[in-house]
């Protein structure tokens, strides 16, 4: 049964005229109000997916629907349900921040009061009541990437795609944006589809992550889930005194990582540390594992299969 507030994909697929299968046959689902990851290097399929979920790009093959509606037969029930913060933002440098929500208001049919205090409230949330009267041309990249997150939350969607919203952004923006977006998910219910390449942000932000390589969902879980798959944690040790190397090794084998066995040990054979760490699985290893190869690793050139199809 389709969902209204979620996102199901069977077999989607998106092949471009001189290129490979951009999309090749991925099947997924993301529950109502679910923060859902999806990671992948440059052309492997992230902004092109997207694209198809949004509408603004026929798939090849296979069926997807988002929130309830067949992306191809019902594309503007789809675009009603949705809102959309994608990489290249629509903005007008010589119009402010707040002439922007009025315009985007507008467009959704809010009537003038309703734009007024829809604009207001959102330049509020994003962090740019200040700023609501400068023109935007003269705003830096997290404060446009702000913006853009507030224009698509205009007509309050049930569903948010965001396509790698903080890349270039300072760790300052992205923080910010992490924290709108977490809330969006647990205050508001709203469903977030989010690509990125931060592995960081991912861990942080997401409920789940897809991983994508060459077109294909390579792996499908919680980060933690992942994780657990390809190792538990570890702890390394350095005794105070190098006579105990063999006592503590010992001891580390024993407690099998549990890192407060292994301090309650140490304690009770008297053995001094100069340094303990602990080693935990990362996204980085997952991805690593499930690919071959870093997030970093050049792919396909997505970017200019996109220009050629939507020109």
Known sequence: ???????????????????????????????????????????????????????????????A???GYDVVREGAKVRIAIGAALQDAALDPFLTGREHMRLQGGLHGLDRRERERRGDELLERVGLSEAADRKVGGYSGGMKRRLDLGLALVHRPRILFLDEPTTGLDIQSRTALWEEVSRLSKEDGATVFLTTQ??????????????IDHGKIVAEGTPAALKAEIGHAHVEAQPANEEDRGRLDAVLERCDGDLTSIVRELDREGIRVARLTVHEPS???????????SLEGAGDDEDELLEEALA
């Open 283 to 293: 996204l980085d290893d997952v991805f690593l594992a499930k690919t071959g190869r």
């Open 198 to 211: 931060y592995l960081e942000e991912a861990d942080v932000l997401a409920d789940r992550v897809g991983i």
């Open 1 to 63: 049964m389709s969902q209204p507030n979620g996102i199901e994909v069977d077999g989607l697929v998106r092949v471009f005229k001189k290129g490979p299968r951009a999309v090749d046959g991925i099947d997924l689902e993301v529950p109502p109000g679910e923060i859902y990851g999806f990671l992948g290097p440059n052309g492997a399929g992230k902004s092109t997916t997207v694209l198809m979920l949004t509408t603004l790009l026929p798939p090849t093959e296979g069926t």
């Open 65 to 67: 629907r988002v929130a």
